[in-house]
């Protein structure tokens, strides 16, 4: 134990002199120590041969990482389609749900889904902070799971610009659907429109960010795999711009309905 001892010493001063701060790693230089010990090496030797260790694993541990980024990063023209294709769907999904907030002359939950209160300091969904129902075709419901809320909630509505008077009697809010004017139906068509516009904006996108990815693999894929994959994003292109274009009639269809 001696031994042990004084070779930890003798370690320690040699890394550091006879001033070093004992704030070290100290598996590493025991290990060192059982080193020298059991294989008779001088610290010195010992402590090359660690550090040496050391470094192949870490050399190791790069390698393999590189490796592994190398074989993730690896794309093919399905994988770039599938993925632009994906995109292109949550544009769809967008849309339809930007579409739901607004009025067609009938009470619906969904109204209230642009609404955001603050909420220990946070904006958050209406929604997730009170409880919304449909008291009959022409009126809903807000009760709010904290009614210190109720004021918050009323003013938010209001600054939501929907057109609609919230009626707070302490307790819940009532919210009473107005029936639409021609005016009010045009506006809503404009509103339907500039969704869909925007929609079908961000699908060109998706578009132009799925052929850029085909021309960048075309050197591991060849050329014709890189334009037929271009040609299929094309084709989803249409595929889904039409798809809003459908989304965007029935909407129309229903803010017109008297």
Same mark, same amino acid.
């Given at each position: 134990?001696?031994?042990?001892?004084f070779?930890?010493?003798?370690?320690?001063?040699?890394?550091?002199g /006879? /001033?070093?701060?004992?704030?070290?790693n100290?598996?590493?230089?025991?290990?060192?120590? $059982?080193?020298?010990?059991?294989?008779?090496?001088s610290?010195?030797?010992?402590?090359?041969?660690?550090? $040496?260790?050391?470094?192949?694993?870490?050399?190791?541990?790069?390698?393999?990482?590189?490796?592994?980024?190398?074989?993730t990063?690896?794309?093919?023209?399905?994988?770039?389609?599938?993925?632009? @294709?994906?995109?292109?769907?949550? *544009?769809?999904?967008?849309?339809?749900?930007?579409?739901?907030?607004?009025?067609?002359?009938?009470?619906?939950?969904?109204?209230?889904?642009?609404?955001?209160?603050?909420?220990?300091?946070?904006?958050?969904?209406?929604?997730?902070?009170?409880?919304?129902?449909?008291?009959?075709?022409?009126?809903?419901?807000?009760?709010?799971?904290?009614?210190?809320?109720?004021?918050?909630? &009323? $003013?938010?509505?209001?600054?939501?610009?929907?057109?609609?008077?919230?009626?707070?009697?302490? !307790?819940?809010?009532?919210?009473?659907?107005?029936?639409?004017?021609? @005016?009010?139906?045009? !506006?809503?068509?404009?509103? *339907?429109?500039?969704?869909? @516009?925007?929609?079908?904006?961000?699908?060109?996108?998706?578009?132009?960010?799925?052929?850029?990815?085909?021309?960048?693999?075309?050197?591991?894929?060849?050329?014709?795999?890189?334009?037929?994959?271009? $040609?299929?994003?094309?084709?989803?292109?249409?595929?889904?711009?039409?798809?809003? &274009?459908?989304?965007?009639?029935?909407?129309?269809? &229903?803010?017109?309905?008297?």
């Open positions: 134990m001696g031994t042990f001892f070779t930890v010493v003798l370690l320690f001063r040699l890394q550091w /006879s /001033s070093f701060v004992p704030v070290i100290v598996p590493y230089y025991v290990a060192r120590t $059982r080193m020298a010990i059991n294989n008779r090496y610290p010195l030797v010992v402590g090359r041969k660690m550090r $040496r260790r050391i470094e192949m694993a870490a050399s190791s541990a790069a390698t393999t990482a590189t490796t592994t980024t190398v074989t990063d690896e794309k093919t023209a399905d994988s770039v389609r599938h993925h632009t @294709e994906d995109r292109m769907k949550k *544009c769809v999904e967008s849309v339809q749900k930007s579409l739901l907030s607004v009025r067609t002359g009938r009470a619906n939950p969904s109204l209230l889904d642009r609404v955001q209160v603050k909420y220990y300091g946070l904006p958050t969904p209406l929604h997730q902070i009170a409880s919304i129902s449909v008291a009959n075709a022409q009126q809903l419901t807000v009760e709010p799971y904290d009614t210190t809320l109720l004021r918050d909630m &009323e $003013r938010s509505i209001v600054d939501a610009d929907l057109g609609l008077n919230p009626q707070n009697d302490g !307790t819940i809010i009532r919210l009473q659907i107005p029936p639409l004017t021609e @005016e009010r139906r045009l !506006t809503m068509l404009k509103q *339907c429109k500039s969704i869909g @516009e925007d929609g079908k904006v961000a699908i060109r996108n998706v578009r132009r960010d799925g052929v850029d990815a085909m021309k960048k693999i075309e050197p591991s894929v060849g050329k014709d795999q890189s334009m037929d994959g271009q $040609r299929a994003i094309q084709k989803l292109t249409d595929t889904y711009i039409s798809n809003i &274009e459908t989304i965007i009639d029935k909407k129309d269809k &229903e803010v017109m309905t008297v």
